[in-house]
């Protein structure tokens, strides 16, 4: 738990630079593009597209380019056509690595992606070399402020939550992956306003690291999160104390 909520800080760190560098707003359009070609551009009828436009909102995009994103998905609109992909990796001291890619050119992000832990005395995998040890969970993230501890437990598990925890900023309530729409309609419809709700992939047994561990495998991570083709990266190891506290 504690790990997680270190990590959380850390993001929202580097999704606040990552938001100045316009890298949100690239993010958002590939996700709005994709959602809207896989399952048509009616929200309403498209939870991964409303996930996707609540995002767009919560960073401030413009309508028109959120419009834009979701005729270019379905179609109405020329565009590049990305494709979606799960790259797997083992870091340096054997720690695992999962991004969620989207791309245009496969071969160009697969080579670039391998420099990247060859830099790092890492590896790029083949599939299952390290989504064996994460299971993909449903994840919503609000502000501490939204709402009471009790109710948000009496209303997330009640449509089928799994687990909450709490750090001085946000609640994480973590879902089976088949309940995470049910689960964030749940919060809404309680007038909660829900901040993320995604589909991540969270380490069974993680493993505590620091020092120069730390270091290198938290640059690996910065490396990767930074390239223009990963949308996310997900890791096997939580900082300890001292670590969470360097990096931030």
Sequence with gaps: MSGHNKWSTIKRRKGAQDAKRGKIFTRIIKEITIAARMGGGDPDGNPRLRRAIDAAKAANMPNDNVDRAIKKGTGELEGVTYEELVYEGVGPFGLLFVMEVMTDNRNRTAAEVRK???????QLGQSG??????????????????ATEEKLFEVAVGAGAEDLEGDDEQWTITTPRNELDAVATAIEEAGVKVDEANLEWLPNTPREVDGEEAR?????????DDHDDVQSVFVDFELSDAAAAELE
Aim: aromatic content about 14%.
């Design 116 to 122: 990247l832990f060859d830099k790092a005395d890492g």
């Design 129 to 146: 070399s390290a989504t064996w040890a994460f299971e993909q969970k449903g994840v919503i993230r609000l502000a501490k402020d939204a």
């Design 216 to 224: 290198k495998l938290y640059a690996l991570y910065e490396a990767l």
